[in-house]
Each structure stands twice: as structure tokens, then as C-alpha cells.
């Protein structure tokens, strides 16, 4: 049989080849860019709009601060587990009568650009941060201290308005030190475009929306970080994060769904599931039906906190009493509020309601924004039922929730994750529960007196006491909903370690080679 | 002259589009609930702080106030700065546009292209088990939207048999000697061909979500117009010269039975550009529906308006483009 090929043939042969050599051509150009070992990729999920830590929108996004800590250092450092230690600020504290504040600069720090860091820097960047025109959404804290006056390498500042946590501030939100001759020199423009810090990397190359690039800081005064070169893709996708790290494309990434995490870590990869800073909280609103001290109580009594950490989360999770986790520095064990639907149901009974008799009412909640939100209300409106508590879902964007909030007119009660890096009850208790602020819902008179003046207490022990004693009676009233510490999924390859910090923000300068 | 009246009459028309386009935008997303001011509020802002926010960003005026404001900017060519960046609005705008635009072109010649050779095969062997697999195919395609192809060919493409690039437009690593934001265009154009593999590389998959869809919608109109030609006179004539199948309905059949299929192709490209907000998410493609989601989250008003704006320039100039093409092939309106 003549078995010649054809004309025919020919070009469908010449066909499939060309084929299958543009797809092995495409397939060469990702081996050919596959990371190298001094490289490290991180799947981030969150994207990075702007450089400067201290002005607009991205400076309050919690997410975004292992962005800008891998290039800028904060005032004062804040290790993993959340406590404080001399940073670019070796030493700080009060005078006697609390009327100044001093901080002490550490010596032998350069800036990226190799021109040395010095106590100027840390005045101007104070004294910028305070002034309103810059943008700072935090200049209520910062323009609470003025008149800065360098000595050496020392900074001296007078209290204007006494802020108890104003060193915590230097660890948290737009607590970082900006160069001073070098972003007068370039302005804010030429800032964004090519930004400098003291921090352990330097920023090599930025694409909007798609990746940052790394460079190792030699001169780091922390010690050179482990790997040369760090590049950071935004992946705000979850099932592509997921991708990225199972194919190889990514060494790390974050913030995945739990079944993924217990699947990745099951199949070969590495991980860590470390609980965070952040909590899921139950607003209520100081409005019918929550005015009734019987149905805020039941509220909390009837929902089964460890269940929704074991069934939900996957058992990454700890169920809370208070605004308070046990990092933070006014948590107290002893303030528990049981789960106890039996309690529940004789509460409402006392009210007048029942499981026939319902009493109603609106819950608010996210959908998709963290872990399992809106899954978590449908369970807690499942047990509410059963004791006597008929609540309707509606689901709002975050979006919504931030404006609703500050204007006072959430539901009765609203689905909310709090996160408190500094671990201070005033960023926690505090900012949720004080009638007056923009954030809290809960208005009643009694709360605000007890909670006003510890806003000034100079004495520390009695101010966390004092907030001790708020967050005991918020409990035995009921007047808010605390539900859960979160844990943050951690994937990675193996021959890294990943040092996770409480605050959520993923640090590249923490992953080191195993 | 009647073409000429034609696109001055669409021209006029387009501008009052846009008008509209913007102040529908302009009002609703300072109507619907979720402010930017909101969104910003560090734990323990004061009124006054929320105050001093507003009166930053130019808030505290009315809507009538701020609209008239912000047109005047524009007329003058300033869309505003972003909150969430604070860049200029129209760089960051045109600085993505040329990235979803080559995506989208190469999803439009994909699905092109892949419709064109299903409708073609379905023709070729109609009445055939091979025209059933092409409907088959078809349906598919047609039923599986764009974002459930994205995490398909993630599956497959980025993990089981990695191949292609998950995320991103371009290696971080490379470095870029382009002067535009036309990377693929300008790799061509240098013959800086490892380049342009790295960035079809990226491309691949989510130029595929977006044209599967189209794909099947172009297959399924122009087989069915195929069809209908194919049976006509001059196919009929074409086969008695001896002309083989394939060639009457390549040469003598497909210019004939296109037409409706380039209007059809026209509208459906402005649904693909759409398509690119999802798609560009699922790939951490950084165009411009990527930069809409993030201005979305973060309420970042100025740069909403002028990703919008933008977009409805492009879906009005496309079908411009569409209607002045269909009237230039269609010899019955261009003698008309």
C-alpha cells in the first residue's frame, strides 16, 4: 500500500507542527522567567495604589502595610507577636510632668539613597504628618504634639493635647519616618515615582496593578534581608493566588480559602494558619429592639461561637468575649460570656418573646469580604431562631457599612471585622464603642461616661484597668457582639520559613531560607 | 457626501451620548450609599476630621456644584486626580487602555478566527455528524461564560500542565525598552520576538475566556448565513464550473454571507471589552477593568468617572466604526 503523503497531508502535518511549536515556544517563555533561588514571589492579595504611607486612602488599609514596612521603617518597631522595640527610635517616653515627648534616633542608618538618616528627618516627619493640609488621616493624633526641637540625635516635642498612645501610634497607621531633604527635593510626585526609606528592601521596579520588585537593602540596620531579590505580584483573585502557589509561579501566598489551605498544606506545601489582630464583631445599634437589655443579651447567649470557628472556619479561628484578644493589652480572661441557649430563650421569654413570638429585627452583613461573613450570619440566624429571634440578612458592600456607620444608621445589628494592630483598647474598645466617634453605633450615655476619661488617664495601670472594667460591662450588658480572632492561611513552598505577624501584613523580611 | 452626513450626524449624536453617560455616573455613584471619606476614617476621626476630609476632596459642595466643577476640568482636559492614588485620572486611564485593548483585539481575532473555521467545517460537512459536534461545540461555548473559561484554563493551562502564565501582563524580570503602553504592538514592531512570546504568554488565557464565548455566537450566525448562500445561483454555478465544496463557500459563499456577521461581531466587541473587568481580575491583567474594580472597592470617584467615560468612548467609537464599514461593504447603502 503507497503510503506517500499527500499534499494534503503535508499541510496538515505542517500544520500541527507549527502549532505545537508556538504552544512550546509559549511554554519555553514561562520556564525561561521561572524564579531563580535568590528570588522570592509572593502572591499578594491586595494591590498597592500609592507609595506614601501617610496620605489618602492606602495609608488606613491595614492590608497594605507590608508593603509599604518591606520599604519604610515606622517610628518605633513592632515585632511579630505585637510587642514594641527600638527601631529608628532606639529610646522614647515623657518628661515628668508629661508636658514634652522625647525619642532618641538611632545612629548609622542610611536612607536608599546612601544619605545618612538623621533626627531631622523624624521631627519633619512628625511635624508633616500633624499639619492638615498634607492629608493625613491620622493628623488628630499626630497634632497632638508641636514645637519639635532637635538636639543631636535626639527629638524633643511638646504635648499640645495629652495622647497616652501616641508612641503606640509610631508603630500603627502613618507611623513612618519619610526622608526629609529628599522628598523636599523631589516633591510628592517624584516621591511616587521612585520612593526611598530606611526599610530592608528598595523598591527596583513598580508596575500599577500588576507587580512590585525588590531589591535587598545591603545597608539594612537590621541585618541584610535572606533573599536578594523580592517580587510581589497583586493577585486579588483567590482561586489564581491558589493557582499561583500550587503551579509553582508564587513561593507564598495569603489569605486563601481554609479548604484550600488544609488541601495545599495536605498535598506538599508548607503553612501556617496563625490567628491575627483582626476580629469578626456583631454591631448593635442603640435602637428598637436592641434598647431591650433581654434581646442584646440573647443575641450573644444563643450563638454557638466555637461551632461557627469548627463547622465554618475549618477550626482556624478562637471565639472571644470581649473587643479584646489576647495579644491586646487590656484583655482579661475572666470576662466570658457562655454560650447558653437555654439562658437565651429565658431572657427573650422575660421580654415577652419566644420561639412562636418572635422578636424581629434587621442584621447587616458583608458578603465574600472576609471568610465565610455571610455564611457565618446565616448560621447565627439559624441558632437566633431556635430561641426565640427572627432576623432578616441584607448584605451590603463594605463600602456601605463605612458610610452607614459613620452617619449612625446601621441595622440593629451589623456584621463588622475590627482589626487592632497596636493591640490598645482605645483601637479597640475604645474608637467601636465611644458614642462620639464616627465608628461606634452605640450612643447610651452611661457607656460614654465611663469610657471619657480614660481617652487622658496618664497612669497606665489605671487606664488599662479602666478599660478592663468597660469591657466587663459592655459584656454583662451586651452591648455589642464580639465573635471571633481570625487566623490568617499562609501557604508556601518548601525550603522557606514564614514568620507571621499578628498584625496581618506579610513581611517579606520575615521569610527566610529553612 | 451622504457617508459624510452620516458621521457628522453620529459624531453629534456620540457627544450627547457622552454627556449623558456622565452625568448619569457623575450622580449616581455620589447617590448610591458608600462614600470615599467613609471609606478612609482612621479609628477615632472626629467630625471635624470627617469635615476637613470633605472640603480636601471637594466634597462638601453639592452634586449640581461638583458636576459643573468637574466638567469645566474636563473641557479643558483634566478628568481630576484619584483618591486612592492620587495620579491624574486621564494618564492613569490612557496608561491601561492600550493593555485591555490588545487584549481584547487578540481575543476578537481568536474568536474570529476560531468561529470562522467551526462555521466553515459546519457548512463544509452540513447534515453531518461533523456539523452536529460543531453545534455541540457551539453550545458549549455558548453556555460556559467567559469567567468560568478563565478558571478552566487556570486549571489546566497554569497548574495541571503549567504552561502558560496564571497573572500579570509581563515578567517582572524583563526589562521593557517600549515607549508606549502597546507592548505587544511595539515587541512586533522592534522584531523583539521574546518579548512578544512572553507577553502572549500572559495573554493566552484570558484572550481565550474572553473568545471562546464570541467564538461560538460568530460560529453559530455565519454557518446558519452560510447555509442560506451556499444554496444560491452563483454557489450553484460556481459547483457546475467544477469549483470543489470548500472553495465555493470560501470564495464564492463567505463575502457574501459575512455582512450580518460583522454587525453582529461589532456589538459583541463592545460586550467583550466589558467582559475584560471579570477576566482581567481572574488574571491580574493590569488594564483598565482590573483599575475599575479597584477604583469600585475604594469608592475612588474621580477615577470611576474616568474609566467610564472611557469605556463608553470606546463602545460609541466601535459602533461608529461598525455601522460606517457595514455601509461601506454594503454596495446597496453605499449607491443608495
Same mark, same amino acid.
Given at each position: ?111 536608599? @539613597?546612601?544619605?545618612?538618616? *538623621?533626627?531631622?528627618? $523624624?521631627?519633619?516627619?512628625?511635624? /508633616?504628618?500633624?499639619?492638615? &493640609?498634607? #492629608? %493625613? ?88 534581608? @535572606?533573599?536578594?531579590?523580592? *517580587?510581589?505580584?497583586? $493577585?486579588?483573585?483567590?482561586?489564581? /493566588?491558589?493557582?499561583?502557589? &500550587?503551579? #509553582? %509561579? ?265 | ?336
Amino acid at each position: 500500500m503507497n503510503r506517500t503523503p499527500n499534499r494534503r497531508t503535508l499541510l496538515k502535518l505542517a500544520g500541527a507542527a507549527g502549532a505545537g511549536a508556538a504552544l512550546a515556544s509559549l511554554a519555553g517563555a514561562r520556564a525561561a522567567f521561572a524564579q531563580d533561588k535568590n528570588e522570592l514571589v509572593i502572591a499578594y492579595n491586595v494591590n498597592l495604589p500609592s507609595w506614601d504611607p501617610t496620605v489618602g486612602p492606602s495609608a488606613v488599609n491595614p492590608t497594605i502595610q507590608g508593603f509599604y514596612q518591606s520599604v519604610f521603617d515606622m517610628f518605633i518597631h513592632q515585632n511579630p507577636d505585637l510587642s514594641f522595640a527600638p527601631g529608628l527610635v532606639t529610646e522614647w517616653g515623657w518628661n515628668d510632668d508629661r508636658s514634652k515627648i522625647f525619642l532618641v534616633v538611632r545612629d548609622g542608618v542610611t536612607w536608599h @539613597d546612601g544619605s545618612p538618616f *538623621t533626627a531631622e528627618d $523624624v521631627a519633619w516627619s512628625l511635624e /508633616r504628618a500633624g499639619k492638615a &493640609e498634607t #492629608g %493625613n488621616p491620622i493628623q488628630f493624633v499626630w497634632s497632638k504634639v508641636g514645637n519639635f526641637k532637635v538636639d543631636g540625635n535626639r527629638v524633643e516635642a511638646d504635648v499640645l493635647a495629652f495622647e497616652p498612645t501616641i508612641f503606640k501610634w509610631m508603630s500603627f497607621l502613618t507611623g513612618y519616618v519619610l526622608p526629609k531633604a529628599y522628598y523636599e527635593k523631589v516633591g510628592a510626585e517624584g516621591f511616587e515615582a521612585k520612593p526611598i526609606g530606611t526599610g530592608p528592601y528598595m523598591v527596583e521596579k513598580y508596575e500599577r496593578n500588576a507587580f512590585v520588585q525588590l531589591k535587598a537593602n545591603p545597608n539594612y540596620w537590621g541585618g541584610k534581608p @535572606d533573599f536578594e531579590t523580592v *517580587t510581589i505580584k497583586f $493577585v486579588t483573585d483567590a482561586a489564581s /493566588r491558589v493557582a499561583e502557589v &500550587e503551579s #509553582g %509561579n508564587a513561593d507564598v501566598t495569603l489569605e486563601i480559602p481554609y479548604e484550600e489551605y488544609d488541601r495545599l498544606v495536605g498535598g506538599g506545601l508548607k503553612g501556617n494558619c496563625e490567628t491575627i489582630s483582626d476580629i469578626a464583631m456583631i454591631f448593635l445599634n442603640d435602637i428598637d429592639p436592641m434598647l431591650d437589655k433581654n434581646v442584646r443579651l440573647a443575641a450573644h447567649h444563643s450563638i454557638d461561637k466555637q461551632l461557627l470557628v469548627d463547622r465554618l472556619l475549618r477550626g482556624y479561628g478562637v471565639p472571644i468575649s470581649t473587643l479584646e484578644t489576647p495579644e491586646y493589652t487590656a484583655y482579661d480572661p475572666g470576662i466570658k460570656v457562655a454560650y447558653d441557649a437555654e439562658l437565651a430563650a429565658k431572657l427573650l421569654a422575660d421580654s415577652g418573646f419566644s420561639a412562636d413570638k418572635p422578636v424581629k429585627f434587621k442584621i447587616q452583613t458583608t458578603r465574600g469580604f472576609k471568610p465565610k461573613d455571610y455564611e457565618m450570619i446565616q448560621a447565627i440566624v439559624g441558632m437566633w431562631r431556635k430561641v426565640g429571634i427572627e432576623a432578616e440578612i441584607e448584605v451590603y458592600e463594605i463600602a456601605q457599612h463605612y458610610e452607614l456607620r459613620a452617619a449612625d444608621k446601621l441595622a440593629p445589628a451589623a456584621f463588622y471585622n475590627w482589626g487592632n494592630s497596636v493591640g490598645d483598647p482605645t483601637t479597640s474598645t475604645g474608637f467601636a464603642m465611644f458614642g462620639p466617634s464616627p465608628h461606634s453605633v452605640w450612643d447610651g450615655q452611661d457607656l460614654i461616661d465611663k469610657i471619657g476619661p480614660l481617652w487622658g488617664e496618664p497612669d497606665e495601670t489605671k487606664r488599662i484597668d479602666g478599660w478592663k472594667a468597660v469591657d466587663k460591662y459592655i459584656a454583662d450588658e451586651g452591648l455589642v457582639i464580639p465573635l471571633l480572632q481570625y487566623a490568617q492561611p499562609i501557604v508556601h513552598r518548601d525550603g522557606i520559613t514564614v514568620t507571621p505577624h499578628k498584625s496581618g501584613a506579610l513581611l517579606p523580611h520575615l521569610i527566610k531560607r529553612a | 457626501m451622504l457617508v459624510l452626513r452620516s458621521l457628522i450626524a453620529r459624531l453629534v449624536t456620540t457627544a450627547v451620548t457622552l454627556f449623558g453617560v456622565a452625568v448619569i455616573v457623575f450622580v449616581v455613584i455620589r447617590v448610591v450609599p458608600g462614600n470615599p471619606i467613609a471609606m478612609m476614617l482612621p479609628p477615632g476621626a472626629t467630625e471635624a476630621d470627617i469635615e476637613r476630609l470633605k472640603t480636601l476632596y471637594g466634597l462638601d459642595k453639592s452634586i449640581a456644584e461638583q458636576f459643573a466643577i468637574w466638567l469645566a476640568a474636563v473641557l479643558h482636559g483634566d478628568f481630576g486626580t484619584s483618591i486612592s492614588t492620587r495620579q491624574p485620572v486621564l494618564s492613569l486611564v490612557l496608561n491601561r487602555l492600550p493593555a485591555t485593548l490588545e487584549l481584547s483585539i487578540l481575543a476578537l481575532l481568536i474568536a474570529v478566527a476560531l468561529g470562522l473555521a467551526l462555521a466553515v467545517l459546519g457548512t463544509r460537512f452540513r447534515d453531518r455528524k461533523t456539523e452536529a459536534g460543531v453545534d455541540i461545540v457551539n453550545g458549549i461555548g455558548l453556555s460556559v461564560p467567559d469567567f468560568l473559561w478563565g478558571l478552566l484554563l487556570i486549571l489546566l493551562f497554569g497548574v495541571l500542565w503549567p504552561v502558560f502564565s496564571i497573572s500579570g501582563r509581563v515578567s517582572p524580570r524583563l526589562e521593557l525598552p517600549f515607549v508606549s503602553q502597546f507592548y505587544l504592538f511595539e515587541s512586533l514592531l522592534r522584531l523583539r520576538f521574546d518579548l512578544t512570546r512572553d507577553l502572549l504568554g500572559h495573554m493566552i488565557m484570558p484572550a481565550l475566556a474572553l473568545a471562546l464565548p464570541l467564538a461560538a455566537i460568530i460560529a453559530q450566525v455565519l454557518k446558519q448565513s452560510l447555509k442560506e448562500t451556499v444554496n444560491l445561483d452563483y454557489a450553484v454555478l460556481a459547483r457546475t464550473k467544477g469549483y470543489k465544496e470548500t472553495r465555493v463557500i470560501l470564495a464564492e459563499a463567505l463575502p457574501n454571507a459575512v455582512l450580518p456577521t460583522l454587525t453582529l461581531v461589532g456589538v459583541q466587541f463592545t460586550f467583550l471589552i466589558g467582559g475584560t473587568v471579570i477576566i482581567e481580575r481572574l488574571f491580574s491583567y493590569e488594564g483598565l477593568g482590573n483599575m475599575a474594580i479597584d477604583a469600585v472597592i475604594n469608592r475612588d470617584l474621580p477615577l470611576i468617572q474616568g474609566i467610564v467615560i472611557l469605556f463608553a468612548v470606546i463602545f460609541t467609537v466601535v459602533n461608529l466604526a461598525v455601522d460606517m464599514s457595514y455601509a461601506l461593504l454594503n454596495p446597496k447603502l453605499r449607491h443608495a
